[in-house]
Nanobody
């Protein structure tokens, strides 16, 4: 599976962006899709994930209520709608595809390149 993220950019605090991650290959709906972010000097941080069917989502507390993850399996694409952006959301955002490792843990096998999100104050 190859993943291509896009949609990043520069936005003012309080603004919105919608990230996309297009996947190549088959069996897209078999994968749990996740979004992560990383800024310089900081560890990679989990943002959100969505089940293969799209029926189940999970968010980091830092983005809950502001970000929404969804997917279009017919188009092999996962999205991250980001509203009410804050300067601390500034980071490179990465999408990933994985499978359940345990009932509460996902192993991500494939990673896309990052798309930069910069939020100015």
């Amino acid at each position: 599976v190859q993943l291509q993220a896009s949609g990043g950019g520069l936005v003012q605090a309080g603004g919105s962006l919608r990230l996309s991650c297009a996947a190549s290959g088959s069996r897209f709906s078999s994968y749990i899709m996740g979004w992560f972010r990383q800024s310089p000097g900081r560890e990679r941080e989990f943002v959100a994930r969505i089940s293969g069917s799209g029926g189940s989502t999970y968010y980091a507390d830092s983005v809950k209520g502001r970000f929404t993850i969804d997917r279009d399996n017919a188009k092999n694409t996962v999205f991250l709608q980001m509203n009410n952006l804050k300067p601390e959301d500034t980071a490179g955002y990465y999408c990933a595809a994985g499978m359940w490792l345990s009932p509460t843990s996902v192993k991500y096998h494939y990673w896309g390149q990052g798309t930069q999100v910069t939020v100015s104050s």
